[in-house]
């Protein structure tokens, strides 16, 4: 590691000679494979990036030329340079570095991104207030995206594009970095078009003759000739009509050619937009020849590659994969639909067993939720498997597309609650606020697996817009079922009978809320329903004891605590109620469990928090007397 320990922000980058960049590529991919390998986190993407990385940073003068990264997670390179390198041991831990760009981590960092298609608005808004500052012409600040060809399966991506064609005078660079995938393999007729633009070589030596044949003062000329060949020998170049000029594509792993073409954009005016190939897991050959299981690995050894994990306990998402296929081979009206995550959200078995039921449309969750709609309207039966955090993305479509009109759309909400080490981005901490004040939604939490295939057939069953929420990884070690019973619709059942305090909880918080209970003899009630909450049993518990306490793994503010008070302020109960669950703020990447802990939703900060509230460990005394 000669020459990248010598290297602490791009200013050290830059005094180096050209002929020193490719063996720093080379020490630079092979120190984020000793990280990651170490720490966990996203892998075949950042062998992808290298040497567009080191490129960018030589080139332009960040950080004041922008780079906006998208969607994130092939930022450790551009980490490294930038000032992290010795910080890269704590990635995605508690306390440590993020796993993708974050504005108060560094200068360089000069957009949060880990949402995709995100990039070229940012981008644009960053090349329009340099115009705005009078900051213009080659001199002036560069924005610059950096974006997937996942990523360009997004609507925003087209509504960013179409603004920015018409912007002239801007210092605005579009890279797309076509690694033919974005998580799962791409799918969609943007990707058959850039398979097409890129083996499309003649086009590019084309274009070279075409200008070097017709002389200067024949520009237009030129350019018209320029167009014609580009229609005679490739599709229509979309971008360009988008007013870009488009450039390549080119090798993302060739320094001498990477360079070259960056330094002359610098000097063009307008929109660019830089088509750049490369490939997922570059130099390691594991990860290139398997870029999915090498997507974001825990730690493992770089010398053996990943190991088939051992037997553990079956994953919510596992139990909905199953579920899925067992539903689906009852009823042939079930479609899936997934955007872009069909790993992630346990598809693959489906996909294979029904492929004509199948539909991954591409990082397009608006797009996903609609067209679930539409599948409604003529009678099929949509499942949508999404992330939680991603259907924050859909939100409109929720209500307008799906709700209003009452469709009978299930969505499997995957990742639900804090999600460990990809941070605030990814949690899913918001759903059961911002479903549960929406007109004709059901809303589920499941407390344990067998709990979460029951749900998953009663969102089925019921005829309308339903959504079961789940977390990350395994739950409680519960026996999952074979049969595909329901569970009565807005009921919820007591687990532990005490007295005093009654502990109304929700989802994952059920377990660690009967072993609170049993030191301060609570009541437990797994409450199940968000909405419709079950406002007798709800009414009921009230009356037999002193104190309620609602428990939650989201957000109190307007999630499920503040349905329980919102019920017993509708009945006329007045009882003291103490509401626990994720406070208002953003919480940072860690282990997961620990987290937890940390906001007082394990056991322990449970049984705390209700002996702080109540001040013994006969809580119901002193309720009395306060009241």
């Known amino acids: 590691m000669d020459l990248l320990n010598k290297i602490n922000d791009p200013a050290d980058l830059r005094l180096l000679s050209r002929a020193q960049l490719k063996p720093l590529a080379d ?89 995709s298609s995100t990039s070229i608005s940012a981008a644009l808004g960053m090349a329009l207030a340099a115009k705005i500052k ?74 070279q003759v075409g200008k070097s044949m017709l002389p200067a003062p024949m520009r237009e000329l030129a350019k018209r000739f320029e167009e014609h060949a580009k229609g005679m020998i490739v599709p229509a170049t979309m971008f360009e009509e988008f007013g870009f000029n488009y450039i390549g594509p080119i090798d993302g792993h060739d320094l001498d050619s990477l360079i070259p073409t960056l330094q002359n954009l610098k000097h063009l005016k307008g929109p660019q937009f830089l088509h750049v190939v490369t490939k997922k897991g570059q130099g390691y050959k594991l990860a290139e020849a398997d870029p999915v299981l090498y997507h974001g690995p825990g730690k493992f050894n770089p010398a053996e590659g990943i190991k088939p994990a051992a037997a553990g306990k079956t994953t919510y998402t596992q139990v909905f994969g199953d579920w899925l296929c067992d539903m689906a081979a009852q009823d042939k009206k079930l479609i899936g639909i997934t955007p872009a995550m069909r790993e992630g959200s346990g598809m693959v078995r489906f996909e294979q067993q029904f492929p004509d039921r199948y539909f991954d449309v591409g990082i397009a969750e608006q797009h996903a939720v609609t067209f679930a709609a539409g599948l409604a309207c003529e009678g099929l039966k949509p499942v949508v498997a999404i992330y939680s955090t991603f259907l924050q993305r859909a939100y409109d479509q929720l209500i307008h597309d799906v709700a209003l009109q009452n469709l009978d759309v299930t969505f499997a909400l995957d990742r639900a609650g804090l999600v460990g080490a990809d941070g605030a981005t990814h949690a899913g901490n918001y759903d059961m606020a911002f479903l549960r004040c929406i007109p004709n939604m059901v809303v589920m939490a499941a407390s344990d697996e067998n709990e979460c295939r029951q749900m998953l057939s009663t ?134 469990a620990r987290l937890l802990a940390l906001n007082g939703l394990d056991a322990a900060g449970i049984a705390a928090a209700i002996r702080q509230r109540f001040g013994t460990d006969a809580p119901h005394l002193v309720v009395k007397a306060a009241c």
């Open 27 to 115: 020490e630079l991919r092979a120190y984020v494979l000793d990280s990651v390998s170490k720490t966990g986190g996203h892998l075949s993407s950042n062998l992808g990036t290298v040497e567009l990385t080191i490129a960018l940073h030589y080139v332009f003068n960040t950080p004041r030329d922008r780079i906006v990264w998208d969607v994130g997670h092939q930022t450790y390179p551009h980490k490294i340079l930038t000032g992290r390198r010795d910080q890269m041991h704590t990635l995605r831990q508690l306390n440590g570095i993020s796993g993708f760009p974050r504005r108060d981590e560094s200068e360089y960092d000069t957009f949060g991104t880990a949402h």
């Open 459 to 592: 969102a089925y069953q019921y005829p309308g817009p339903a959504a079961v929420r789940y977390p990350r990884g395994a739950g409680i070690g519960a026996a999952v079922g074979k049969q595909l019973d329901t569970i009565p619709l807005g009921k919820g059942e007591i687990k532990r009978q005490g007295k005093g305090i009654a502990i109304l909880a929700f989802g994952t918080m059920v377990a660690p809320s009967l072993t609170a209970a049993e030191g301060i003899d609570a009541t437990v009630a797994n409450m199940r329903f968000i909405k419709p909450l079950d406002a007798e049993l709800v009414a009921q518990l009230a009356h037999s004891h002193d104190a309620l306490v609602t428990v939650e793994e989201g957000a109190t503010m307007g999630g499920a605590g503040a349905a329980v008070a919102e019920t017993l302020a509708a009945a006329g109960i007045v009882k003291p109620l103490l509401i626990l669950g994720l406070p208002d703020k953003f919480i940072d990447h860690g282990d997961a």
């Open 134 to 207: 009078g900051q213009t012409g080659p001199d002036g600040p560069h924005a610059i995206a950096v974006i997937g060809d996942g990523s360009m399966t997004a609507g925003m991506v087209f509504e960013a594009m179409n603004n920015a064609g018409v912007v002239e005078d801007i210092n605005l660079l579009v890279i797309l970095n076509d690694n033919d995938m974005s998580i799962s393999p791409p799918v969609g007729a943007l990707n058959r078009y850039l398979a097409r633009l890129m083996s499309g070589q003649f086009y590019a030596a084309a274009k």
